[in-house]
Every structure is written in C-alpha cells, then in structure tokens.
C-alpha cells in the first residue's frame, strides 16, 4: 500500500478513540478525530462552508437543511472533499466523520466498526466519565442516536451496518489493547 487509511466508526463507550491514538502510535501515523480535523480545518478558508459538519449542529431540522442551501446528496461533498484532501498523500487513522464512506472507494483504506454490549459501555462510561450507571445509559443512548443521524443525513446509509466496514470488533470481549492487536494482526493479513 502506497499509504494506509483507518477510519474507525465507534459506539459510544466502546473506546474507540482511545484505540485509534493507540494504533495511530503503534504505526507512527496522524491521528485525527473530531477535535484534529476541527483544528484543521478552521486553519483553512471556507470554514464557515463545512462548520455544520465539523460542529455537528442538528441535523434533523428540514429548516437546517434549507437555511445551508444543501442539496440531498452532495451535503457533506465539501467537508467529505476536505477530509480526502488532507489524507491523498499519507497514511492515518481517522475516528468518526463518515469516514467509511468518505474512503470507501479508496483501496488504501480499511474501515473498522468497534461496538460493545450495553453493560460494557455503561461500565466504561462510567467509569470514565464518573457518572452514574442510569446517566451514562442516557449518554450512550443520546449520543448513539445523534451519531446514527449524523451518519444517515451525511451519507444516506445506517450507521454501524456490518456491510460498510472491512471489520466490526466487538471491544468489551476484547478490551482496548487486544482490540489494537487484533487490527494490527488483520492490517498484516490484508497486505
């Protein structure tokens, strides 16, 4: 492969930030997730054209769609044509963004799907966000949901659908580093 493309779709409190700064070091290539490619792209004129996306503003709202003057299949086009642009000459690992369908025509890039059972994710947010289990439930659930528009007003596909990722992992089985082995070991096979 000339360079190597990882977008990571992720249910929330499966880890998958957290996995893709680690397979980002582990193979010594950017990391970009919303924070990152935000950065980016406010460093770049015409932000105002794609902060909707970047920004994830609602996106349920027929007076939304209007008011930005997007047309049905070409609503992400410019911050799609923004992501590609700055991944045509390297490798990275990108987290969320639509990246398998930004990529999915591109041969250099994988497409992973981390997801975990309820009780796993409830365990991690927990945890991780110090919150009750009854209101990291509710988090999961909202920001699942908001995820799942996203995808669907962007792409016009359902997010976390099997048949648009190379690979879907299941990381409470696993945890976070065997989760970065297994993609490792698969990237090796698919060579």
Same mark, same amino acid.
């Given at each position: 492969m000339s360079r190597l493309i990882i977008t990571i779709g992720r249910q929330y409190g499966s880890g998958g930030k957290e996995? *893709?700064?680690?397979?980002?070091? /582990? $193979?010594a290539i950017p990391f970009y997730g919303k924070?990152? $490619?935000m950065k980016l792209a406010k460093e770049k004129s015409g932000y105002e054209e794609v902060s909707?996306?970047?920004?994830?503003?609602?996106?349920?709202?027929l007076l939304y769609a209007i008011a930005m003057?997007?047309?049905? *299949?070409?609503? *992400?086009?410019?911050?799609?044509? /923004?992501? /590609?642009?700055?991944?045509?000459n390297q490798s990275c690992? $990108?987290?969320g963004r639509c990246g398998n369908y930004v990529f999915k025509d591109d041969a250099d890039c994988t497409s992973i799907f981390l997801y975990a059972q309820k009780s796993d994710k409830v365990n991690m947010v927990t945890k991780r966000d110090g919150v009750?289990?009854?209101k990291a439930e509710a988090r999961i659930e909202k920001i699942?949901?908001? /995820?799942?528009?996203f995808h669907k007003y962007y792409t016009g596909e359902t997010w976390g659908k099997a048949e648009h990722y190379d690979l879907c992992i299941d990381t409470g089985v696993l945890g976070i580093d065997q989760t970065v082995e297994l993609i490792l070991d698969y990237l090796n096979l698919r060579k």
């Open positions: 996995i *893709g700064k680690k397979l980002a070091k /582990r $193979l924070e990152e $490619l909707c996306f970047y920004e994830e503003q609602p996106i349920n709202s003057n997007q047309e049905e *299949g070409c609503r *992400g086009k410019r911050a799609f044509d /923004r992501i /590609r642009k700055l991944c045509e690992v $990108l987290v009750s289990p009854s699942e949901q908001e /995820r799942a528009d």
